[in-house]
């Protein structure tokens, strides 16, 4: 079970260019006020976006088999 997002992600959960995956990280982190690192904590990207945090991992999970 994967607990944080890398822009690589971010970029496949939103279908963006590596830039705005970045801005979108910028904003998440600005928002909940986290450290600046890498990655970004599922349930973040989660409540940022207001997803459900299982249909994240499905998702990545089906884009890591393919």
């Known amino acids: ?3 944080y997002l890398y822009r ?3 970029e496949q959960l939103n279908e ?4 705005v995956a970045l801005k979108i ?3 998440i982190r600005e928002e909940y006020h986290l450290p600046v690192t ?3 904590s ?3 990207y989660c409540d940022y976006f207001r997803q459900d ?3 994240v991992w499905k998702f ?3 884009k890591k088999a393919s």
Request: aromatic share 0%; charged share 40%; glycine share 0%.
């Open 1 to 3: 079970m994967r607990l």
């Open 8 to 10: 690589e992600h971010i």
């Open 16 to 19: 963006v260019s590596d830039k």
């Open 25 to 27: 990280m910028k904003e």
């Open 38 to 40: 890498r990655n970004i």
């Open 42 to 44: 599922i349930k973040a």
């Open 53 to 55: 945090r299982v249909d």
């Open 60 to 62: 990545l999970n089906s």
